[in-house]
């Protein structure tokens, strides 16, 4: 097992010929070791993030009594507060319309356009594809006050709507570019056939070009209900109501009050807030990477 | 309408509607496909840019219409101190964080990039500081570095005992500039490592059998081999991360929102203050362009980065 393992991995492991004790030492010491740093770096906050959810206060301001790293006599008092005392339940029902609503907006926008793009191929139809890529590289940033002017204009400031509409703008670029990827992958054959039967455009899109690509319509979906549900700057530039917060804005600006900060709440809150995309993420792995990696490599 | 006309579709196939002859037609198909996607991309997008473009040129403030006044926005923010702050500050955060997350984001690649029991498992938990929400993690930082109960400054005081007095993270400028670039790195450490994980598996391993036939060391091996054809995807990842590093906001926001007395303004978060929250919607909206002309720097890097694409990897792989 370690022969083949040193064999066929080709960059940090040992020339074949040493021997398999000082081969497997020299793979703790290159790979596990710092792979175990990594790992415990990157997982920690949620750990921290987790143990503070459940721990009492006393517990919580007391590291001279009680060892930090564990909880000894854990509480939902957090939970309870943020579920029955705050409007969480309600910022978690906005968001995830938000995040629902814009998802299918441009799944539906981006699927036209790619098959518009990749299929239908016209004159120009890579400028098209050039320039909705282009549109991926202009951050929220710089556009989010002018927009918010245009959010008044419209006179959707204040309500989920606006952000529906808005998503979008990061959202059908990338998704866009997904597809066209996905839809390259599928043999023209198919459709031309398609074609000679007598089907129209619209049924081939419907009925062979669509089923083919669900993966990559999973992929682009998931991507976009997890990017929605994390955005920040528009959300918190477009809404001003208490109520119509998105989690990610709400957290930071309704439940970090005075100057003594609700550690619990706000870490049990930011743990709650976080599990939906998590669970969602831990569902599709697979989509993720293969879409993350797809993207880069277009 | 994609789907008012499916009904149809048997009649369709026998004495075409008119409709289903428009929805044949070429050009008018493709217009109603490309309508959806370039229409909200021109109202939400291409139009505010443009109107950014043009407040950033007039002295509009929420609820009032401003009239053009022409380069005043600028030549007031060349002369504010904390304009030159978030320039500096904007650059050093964009360097540095930038230089962390592709040093140990392509070291996470090559240790992935092992075989080892329980790989896609770690590949999973890798990414996931990167699916959750920015801000939520963000806090966690902010409590992480809190001065009084932060767990790092229990670490070194009173487990390890390197320090006699907690870490002041977020009270006094530069340290709170290095904590946020922490927080920074370690957000985008997945995405750099992921992406260049799926670079690094493309490479054929006939290369490196022929470079240890011919005696490199894995040094060489790593220079010579691994790193150019590294190159493409390296230019691209590091351009979108220049790209959202640079105009990152959420983080800052959250931990700090600028302070210590301004120390970590990010230019987006001295536009939001000035121009949201401050309510001077065509002061912001100059800040929010003078990030442009980094943003148009940080493209071409990108474009020439794939240029030489196609030098290296000769013109059958592109």
């Known amino acids: 097992m370690t022969d083949v393992a040193a064999q066929s991995s080709n960059v940090a492991s040992a020339t074949p010929d ?75 029902k906005t968001t995830m319309l938000v995040a629902i609503g814009s998802t299918f907006l441009s799944l539906f926008a981006s699927t036209l356009a790619a098959y518009a793009i990749e299929r239908l191929r016209f004159r120009g139809s890579p400028y098209v594809g050039l320039g ?82 669900v993966p990559g319509l999973i992929s682009a979906g998931i991507f976009s209900f997890t990017l929605s549900w994390n955005e920040f700057i528009y959300a918190l530039a477009f809404i001003q109501s208490g109520a119509n917060k998105t989690v990610p804005v709400a957290i930071l600006t309704e439940l970090v009050t005075g100057d003594v900060y609700q550690w619990g709440a706000l870490m049990a809150g930011s743990l709650l807030g976080s599990l939906p995309v998590a669970l969602f993420y831990s569902l599709f792995v697979d989509y993720y990477v293969s879409s993350l990696t797809g993207a880069v490599k277009e | ?74 030549q007031y923010l060349l002369k504010d101190p904390l304009w030159w702050n978030a320039v500096f500050y904007s650059i050093f955060y964009t360097a540095v964080a930038t230089f962390g997350k592709f040093a140990l984001g392509f070291w996470l690649a090559l240790l992935l990039n092992n075989h080892f029991p329980f790989k896609s498992l770690i590949r999973a938990i890798v990414l996931l500081p990167w699916i959750v929400p920015t801000v939520l993690s963000a806090l966690a930082f902010w409590w992480i570095y809190d001065p009084q109960f932060s767990i790092i400054s229990y670490l070194l005081v009173d487990v390890l005992h390197l320090r006699d007095s907690n870490v002041d993270f977020l009270g006094s400028p530069w340290p709170a500039r290095f904590s946020l670039i922490a927080a920074n790195i370690w957000r985008g450490i997945p995405f750099v490592a992921i992406s260049l994980l799926a670079g690094l598996q493309t490479i054929s391993p006939s290369l490196y059998e022929a470079a240890m036939l011919d005696g490199a060391t894995s040094w060489q091996r790593f220079r010579y081999i691994t790193f150019p054809m590294m190159m493409p995807i390296l230019a691209i990842v590091m351009t979108f991360s220049i790209i959202f590093t640079f105009t990152d906001f959420q983080l800052v926001y959250a931990i700090t929102r600028g302070g210590p007395v301004n120390s970590t303004h990010l230019l987006a978060t001295l536009a939001f203050q000035r121009g949201i929250a401050g309510g001077e919607l065509g002061e912001g909206a100059a800040i929010a362009v003078s990030m442009i002309p980094f943003l148009v720097f940080a493209t071409l890097f990108s474009y020439f980065g794939l240029a030489r694409r196609k030098w290296q990897q000769g013109e059958a792989n592109d």
Request: charged share 10%; net charge positive.
């Open chain 1, 18 to 92: 040493t021997m398999a004790w000082d081969s497997r030492a020299r793979r703790v010491v290159m790979i596990y070791l710092p792979l175990a740093c990594f790992i415990l770096i990157l997982l920690f906050p949620f750990y921290w993030m987790a143990i503070t959810s459940f721990k009492p206060n006393a517990e919580l301001l007391n590291y001279k009594e009680h060892n930090p790293f564990w909880i000894t006599s854990p509480t939902m008092a957090h939970v309870k507060h943020l579920l029955f005392d705050t409007s969480y339940p309600r910022w978690l």
């Open chain 1, 132 to 213: 909705i890529y282009l549109a991926y590289l202009v951050p929220p940033s710089i556009l989010f006050i002018p927009l918010a002017t245009v959010i008044v204009q419209f006179g959707l400031f204040d309500s989920p709507l606006a952000l529906i509409l808005v998503y979008p703008t990061f959202l059908v670029p990338f998704c866009t570019w997904l597809l066209i990827g996905y839809f390259k992958s599928i043999p023209y054959e198919l459709e031309e056939c398609a074609l000679v039967d007598g089907a129209t455009r619209l049924q081939i899109l419907w009925r062979i070009t669509l089923p083919l690509a």
């Open chain 2, 1 to 74: 309408m994609s789907v008012t006309t499916l009904p149809s579709r048997g009649q369709a196939l026998r004495q075409p509607g008119w409709l289903a002859r428009l929805f044949d037609y070429k050009p008018f198909l493709i217009v109603m496909c490309l309508a959806p996607a370039i229409g909200l991309l021109l109202v939400f997008l291409t139009y505010p840019l443009g109107l950014g473009i043009w407040l950033a040129f007039t002295d509009t403030t929420i609820g009032q219409r401003g009239v053009y006044i022409g380069v005043e926005n600028f």
